[in-house]
């Protein structure tokens, strides 16, 4: 060999081991960094006990729903932005039946265990499912699985689900806990109702396969979970867990002030200014998955008009109603869309508060105050409106009385009729009996708004009460329901906000935000709309501040 062609050679190799070596050192520096960062406990507060540790009743139950996540995965977790990814799935295969249906095959991970140390197999799957399409469990979740035609086992490792409809959304409904069937004698007749002694025992030391174990519990004071040494993803940095049981609010901000308590999920607003000037405390904001919007129904005499709509639009200030209201505590929205999400399109510039286009859209649509009483009028009739909105419901009625006094402004006269809810979803859902309605809602985690915008929604019961009818629309939402590739249902999705928002068929006026507060000497975590305990693996303690 030549000697400068030796001489490369002998350079390139001295070069591979010199980057070998840094890759050693660099891995092992992460290890013991990794280490440091292991065994401290996370001491939190909630306000109640955990009412149901059994997914099928638990997830429906705020503490619960939170516990719930320490314990069990599904086959597939939700990102903040509302993407798919794999959790107990390594694989996810979707066929388009000869008969029209989906069949999705999930194949699970090589050798998951469960608490029990028995391995997660595909009947552990199909058990899970079936306990909630099982009508003899009165569980809220199986209404989200009605599309859900069976579950199947395919393989050992492999599980079949073949939905009645093809729809984009199918997947989204393998995130439900997997459960070990065994502990349920493998029978999905036995009935798991509240009161029964299966699934006391199972609330009360439930087996799944997340990062936490049930260790131990003081009914009514406190409950006491440890890291999962052997978790599949990678074991938790923390050492444990101690859930405490508070009975009010201020106790736990004062021990959140004694350091006694490390975190609280959710504290009340007017507690944020107190512990934001705490130097020990860091107050997290972060959004939910609740908003509001002015339902308005497009049958009216006067609300069938898309400027008519758009001007109460321009005579609404939300930003007063997220001052006054919320104190800030909220944002203001453009669509039936987290601002999170992916489907959720940004380039759409929100109408502000305008009472000289709002007026202007008014008189162009004929409307004047002919007698000078400060209401307009046309064709001999005075815009007077009723806006219902829930009872007892604070936010909707001081949000109300905003919008009656702001809609005076520019000639439209509002009513307020509180209701009691049951009343309200009966006259606006049921009967159609109103002008205009305040109701809550949630943004999902599929962008399918198919019940709330196609015209075949607009019977009397179903959510399209808007009485909204757009063949474009009905178009798109029928696509985003059939398409199956990301873009172009993204795209769909985008129009889909950008002629809802032009045609105003709901007046989106906010998203509540939350606030948790948690202590300084604790890094890495990400609290979301989704989750507060979204990433509770990488959540650490500084080994310095313990």
């Known amino acids: 060999m030549h000697r400068s062609n030796l001489n490369a050679v002998l350079n390139k190799l001295v070069l591979n081991l010199v980057a070998l070596f840094i890759m050693f050192l660099s891995a092992d520096l992460i290890a013991q960094e990794d280490l440091l960062k292991r065994g401290d406990n996370l001491h939190y507060a909630e306000l109640s006990m955990p009412q149901n540790l059994l997914p099928i009743y638990g997830m429906d139950e705020k503490v619960s729903n939170r516990v719930i996540g320490f314990f069990y995965n599904g086959l597939i977790k939700i990102t903040e932005t509302l993407e798919i990814v794999n959790d107990l799935a390594v694989n996810r295969e979707s066929i388009m039946l000869n008969d029209g249906r989906e069949k999705i095959i999930v194949t699970l991970k090589p050798d998951i265990k469960f608490h029990d140390g028995s391995t997660v197999t595909a009947e552990d799957v199909v058990f899970s499912y079936d ?133 609280l999920p959710s504290i009340e607003v007017y507690h944020v200014g107190r512990l934001q000037s705490n130097p020990s405390v860091t107050v997290k904001e972060y959004p939910t998955f609740n908003y509001t919007s002015m339902v308005m129904n497009c049958g009216h005499r006067f609300l ?85 909105y829930e009872r007892g419901l604070k936010s909707h009625e001081e949000v109300a009385t905003i919008i009656q006094e702001e809609l005076g402004k520019i000639g ?66 029928q696509d985003g329901r059939s398409c199956n590739h990301f873009d172009t249902r993204q795209n769909t999705y985008y129009d889909v906000h950008r002629i809802i928002f032009e045609e105003v068929p709901h007046i989106f006026l906010y998203s509540q935000k939350a606030n948790a507060a948690i202590h300084c000497r604790f890094h890495d975590y990400e609290i979301n709309a989704l989750s507060v305990f979204n990433n509770i693996c990488n959540w650490y303690c500084d080994p310095k501040l313990r």
């Open 304 to 388: 069938q008009e898309v400027d008519v709509r758009k001007a109460i639009d321009y005579g609404i200030s939300k930003m007063h109603i997220v001052e006054a209201v919320f104190i800030g505590f909220a944002t203001r929205i453009s669509g039936p869309y987290a601002p999170t999400s992916w489907a959720n399109n940004v380039s759409i510039r929100l109408r502000d508060y305008d009472i000289a286009q709002a007026k202007t859209l008014l008189k162009e649509a004929g409307f004047s105050d002919s007698n000078n009483d400060g209401i307009v009028e046309r064709d001999g009739y005075e815009f007077s409106v009723k806006l219902k």
């Open 131 to 263: 306990i909630i399409l099982n009508p003899i469990n009165p569980t809220a979740q199986r209404t989200y699985l009605a599309n859900l035609d069976k579950v199947e086992k395919v393989d050992q490792d492999k599980v079949g689900f073949i939905f009645k409809q093809r729809n984009p959304s199918n997947a989204y409904l393998l995130r439900f806990p997997i459960l070990p069937a065994h502990s349920f004698d493998d029978d999905i007749n036995i009935p798991l109702l509240p009161e029964t002694d299966k699934q006391k025992a199972f609330s009360t030391k439930p087996i799944g396969t997340g990062p936490f174990l049930w260790q131990f519990a003081a009914p009514g004071q406190a409950i006491i979970f440890t890291g999962h040494n052997e978790y599949f993803n990678r074991p938790p940095f923390l050492g444990g867990i101690t859930l405490h049981i508070r009975s009010d609010a201020e106790s736990i901000v004062q021990e959140i002030e004694t350091e006694a308590i490390d975190f």
């Open 412 to 477: 439209i006269e509002v009513t307020l009729e509180p209701k009691d809810k049951s009343i309200l979803y009966q006259e606006c859902q049921y009967e159609h009996n109103y002008d205009m309605a305040l109701f809550g809602w949630e943004f999902g985690v599929d962008p399918d708004r198919y019940d709330l915008f196609h015209s075949s929604q607009t019977e009397k019961g179903l959510q399209n009460f808007a009485l909204y009818k757009n063949k474009e629309v009905d178009g798109l939402l």
